[in-house]
């Protein structure tokens, strides 16, 4: 049985907002994209974080099973998880083994060749990840912009492999949650978000879309780790805001689940 190592950062015992019923989730360390928002910069190093085995870690999320009811299980989330993409499908092929449902957590961005040039030209992502998703019961993939260069002025890196990823998990089948920062000044706009819309109009595996709040809570990580902070003075999105982007990115998808709006 296959044994590679996952970096993790930490863990979370009893998540209730990363995929379907109480999760155990695992933080990944290492991401490439920098978003000007991100509320843990510590986890962008790549060579942070402590060693694991697949094994180890279903054994440490095992303890809390008898929680995690019929719709529970575990969460890979980051950083990003794609980073490590076959060390998360090892662990994912054991969590199978196990009967534990697995989700990822996941911006969509992995630096090309990795996905994009190959998705480009084959409409299949790299093998590690197309391995990853075949053990994948469901994902959470946040969208950080629909446009390229707002989307790397955000981020730092383009979005065409995440918009590949999205068209894959459609072609799969993959049960999805879309998720979408809403950041006024920067995601917040009209066009921006209607363009967001008829994006996700054409995928047909979206179960909820979920539009979260901008938030200044990790502005110590950042000032901790001696980084500027781009969005100083931005402040939270008005209810209404969020209200009114859910009502827009909502509009004239189809959606998996007759429960979801």
Known sequence: MEQQELRVHSFESFGSVDGPGIRFIVFLQGCQMRCAYCHNPDTWN?????????AAILDRAERYRSYWGEKGGITVSGGEALLQAS????????????????????????????????????GKLADDIERLLSVTDMVLLDIK??????????TGQDNAGIIALAR?????????????????????????????????????NIERIEILPYHTMGIYKWQKLGIPYRLEGVEPPTHHAVLEAERILHEGVVFLSSNNP
């Not at 969509?108 to 996905?115: K, Q």
């Open 46 to 54: 790549q060579h942070g974080g402590e060693i694991w085995t697949p």
């Open 168 to 204: 894959r998990l459609s072609e799969l089948g993959i049960r999805t949650w879309i998720r979408h920062v809403l950041v006024p000044g920067y995601t917040d706009d009209e066009t921006s978000l209607r363009a967001l819309n008829s994006f996700l109009r054409t995928l047909e």
């Open 87 to 122: 060390a998360v499908a090892a662990l994912f092929e054991q969590a199978h083994m196990r009967g534990i449902n697995t989700c990822l957590d996941s911006s969509g961005f992995r630096l090309p060749p990795a996905n994009t040039e190959e998705a480009n030209a084959t």
């Open 145 to 154: 912009h629909i446009d390229p260069v707002r989307h790397k002025a955000l």
